[in-house]
């Protein structure tokens, strides 16, 4: 039977840093923020470390104290790719921000979450009563509430754990001025009290003392995505075994996108059932085969698999934007070009437009031409067709569709009509001067 539970993190960062290796679990780990402690592990809270200290004073309470860095954009990729690896499980999943995840899985699923990925994750009949058995869980365990349990779990929970449900620590000052220390007390409390007391923060006592609940969860929507993926016949130990492999798929990923970009690189191997996952985030958006090959590399080895083996690699390109183009700044041109192409292509030499050929001919047919509008892949497809031009001296041969061939003529016979024009100025010019003379 699915239930709804809800995973946890007091730090997101901080717990990716140690799946990752980068910093061990045992050891003090902060994460800050314009060198302002955000957050902070357990054993970073028994050295004394708190949230809001700055750095400096945080560095001196402990010797071995590890920082972990990672910014917002990065965060976010991982973030997401948690989320798929979730979505593998279930379609049942809704995250608010951050460090929370809602879904619907079984009891069974819940504990193997928990043991195997280290996190904190509360099982229970409403989404608010999970998130508050979960933030009560340590770090690989897991809480399973049933509907006779969940009253008295309520009235035992220390007040304090309201703040990891977004509660201010002015009003849980308040809380305690009243000397109330169990988050069961305030059940005593009618909502309206309730309200007047903590004013927009009472939402969240309200829900798990009074309600109503949330017992419903979401369908997750993942974003869209191109997927390549490729199986081995027998398992692979060796990078020089995948690398052909990632080429491919990055090949092919590449011929998908189109005219898209992808931020996020992410490979998903597989082994004996088991998925690991690795992620990149692309500084500039990625949609050469070579770019995303070489992230790809890289997230490969983010994921640790090659050890173990593997029996198939998926990549994926998530995060997918439009290239950015420059329209055109004249589109009704655009416009009517396009249409005459469509007509032409349908209707070979169905429209024709005028070409002058002389303006100042004498002869109104050899003033101009009607030219059939032809495109190029018309021009490379079709045989040039030779006619014939005749003038006052003779026959000339020539392509009409072909510029080259029809300039000369064109000269020839300009130069024709000037001489005959120039001549027959030359005679009238006679004619007057023999009759001025008779006169």
């Known amino acids: ?207 798990i003392t009074h309600g109503p609940s949330t017992t419903d969860i979401p369908i997750y929507q993942p974003k869209e995505k191109v997927i390549k993926s490729y199986s081995f016949e027998n398992p692979v130990f060796e990078m020089y075994e995948v690398e052909p492999v990632i080429s491919l798929l990055a090949n092919r990923a590449a011929k998908e996108l189109d005219k898209r970009t992808a931020r996020r690189i992410i490979i998903r191997a597989t082994f004996s059932g088991v998925s690991v996952f690795g992620a990149r985030l692309s500084k500039h958006p990625a949609s050469s085969p070579g770019h995303i090959y070489q992230l790809a590399l890289q997230a490969l080895q983010d994921s640790r698999a090659m050890p173990v083996g593997i029996d198939e690699i998926e990549l994926r390109l998530s995060t997918l934007e439009m290239t950015l183009e420059q329209p055109s700044l004249w589109r009704a041109k655009e416009q009517a070009a396009n249409a005459i192409t469509m007509v032409t292509d349908r209707f070979p030499g169905g429209i024709v437009r005028l070409v002058w050929t002389n303006r100042y001919s004498q002869a109104p047919n050899r003033r101009y031409r009607l030219e059939p509008i032809v495109n190029k892949a018309q021009k490379l497809s079709t045989p040039v067709e030779e006619e014939t031009i005749e003038n006052s001296n003779g026959k000339y041969r020539g392509n009409p569709t072909g510029q080259k061939h029809i300039e000369p003529i064109q000269n020839h016979v300009a130069r024709e009509i000037e001489e005959n024009q120039a001549n027959h100025r030359h005679l009238d010019i006679l004619q007057r001067m023999v009759e001025k003379r008779d006169t």
């Open 1 to 207: 039977m699915l239930n709804i539970a809800t995973i946890y993190f007091n730090s997101f960062p901080i717990w990716l840093s140690n799946r990752k290796g980068l910093t061990k679990p045992d050891l003090p780990s902060i994460f800050c923020r314009n060198n302002r402690v955000v957050h902070g592990n357990t054993a970073a809270a028994q050295a004394g470390i708190t949230e809001n200290m700055p750095l400096q004073g945080a560095l001196q309470q402990h010797a071995k104290l590890q920082e972990v860095h990672i910014n917002d954009e990065d965060l976010m990729v991982h973030w997401e790719a948690f989320i798929e690896e979730l979505y593998e499980i279930t379609p049942w999943l809704f995250t608010p921000k951050i460090g929370i995840v809602h879904l619907k899985i079984t009891p069974t699923e819940a504990s193997e979450l928990a043991t195997t990925h280290i996190l904190q994750v509360g099982v229970a009949t409403s989404l608010e009563l999970s998130h508050l058995a979960a933030t009560t869980c340590t770090p690989g365990s897991y809480r399973n509430l049933s509907a006779d349990t969940e009253e008295s779990f309520v009235a035992n929970v220390p007040i304090h754990f309201l703040a990891r449900l977004g509660m201010s620590k002015r009003a849980l000052e308040r809380l305690n001025f009243l000397a109330i220390s169990h988050i069961g007390m305030l059940k005593q409390w009618s909502q309206k009290q309730i309200l007047a007391f903590l004013g927009q923060e009472a939402k969240v006592v309200l829900q």
